[in-house]
């Protein structure tokens, strides 16, 4: 009898195990679900202020809050997240991103090497924005 209970109790972790991580692949926007447009920069703007970006992007101290080099410090119970630089910088920056890559990150929360970022980026948040909203405001 208990010999069957601990098999059971076996049985069920794996399939919690399992479903656990099918449920927690990162997921990723197809280059292929973009179709070919040309970006709305007004309503790019609009996004990029209601979505708070240079809250935490812009670099503390800089007066232009459109340039993104990033370096703000998020305290949290888990340390100190700093926000990246989200220029359109090739080097230091996300110049070299895709705009599927830019999506991704938005509204799936991953990395272009395929990564959970934190949710100390509030892409929670952005995940039910109009992916066109999310384009018009990419800053690559
Ligand atoms: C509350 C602060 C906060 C706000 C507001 C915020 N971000 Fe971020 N963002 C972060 C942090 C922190 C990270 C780093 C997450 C990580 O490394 O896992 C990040 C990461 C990113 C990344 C991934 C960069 C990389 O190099 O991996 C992109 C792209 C991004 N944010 C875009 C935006 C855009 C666009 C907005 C506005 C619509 C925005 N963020 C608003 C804090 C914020």
Same mark, same amino acid.
């Given at each position: 009898?208990?010999?069957?209970?601990?098999?059971?109790?076996?049985?069920?972790?794996?399939?919690?195990?399992?479903?656990?991580?099918?449920?927690?692949?990162?997921? #990723?926007?197809?280059?292929?679900?973009?179709?070919?447009? #040309?970006?709305?920069?007004?309503?790019?703007? #609009?996004?990029?202020?209601?979505?708070?970006?240079? &809250?935490?992007?812009?670099?503390? @101290?800089?007066?232009?809050?459109?340039?993104?080099?990033?370096?703000?410090?998020?305290?949290?119970?888990? @340390?100190?997240?700093?926000?990246?630089?989200? &220029?359109?910088?090739?080097?230091?920056?996300?110049?070299?991103? &895709?705009?599927?890559?830019?999506? #991704?990150?938005?509204?799936?929360?991953?990395?272009?090497?395929?990564?959970?970022?934190?949710?100390?980026?509030?892409?929670?948040?952005?995940?039910?924005?109009?992916?066109?909203?999310?384009?018009?405001? &990419?800053?690559?």
């Amino acid at each position: 009898m208990l010999r069957r209970l601990v098999v059971l109790a076996l049985i069920a972790a794996v399939i919690g195990v399992g479903a656990f991580w099918v449920v927690t692949i990162p997921a #990723t926007v197809p280059a292929g679900a973009l179709p070919q447009r #040309t970006a709305n920069l007004d309503n790019g703007k #609009t996004m990029f202020l209601i979505g708070g970006c240079a &809250s935490c992007h812009a670099t503390p @101290g800089q007066d232009d809050k459109t340039r993104l080099g990033g370096g703000f410090g998020l305290k949290s119970p888990f @340390g100190t997240f700093y926000a990246p630089n989200i &220029s359109p910088d090739p080097r230091d920056g996300i110049g070299k991103w &895709s705009e599927a890559d830019f999506v #991704t990150a938005m509204v799936k929360g991953t990395s272009p090497e395929g990564q959970h970022l934190f949710p100390a980026f509030p892409y929670t948040s952005y995940q039910h924005m109009k992916w066109d909203d999310v384009r018009d405001c &990419s800053p690559i």
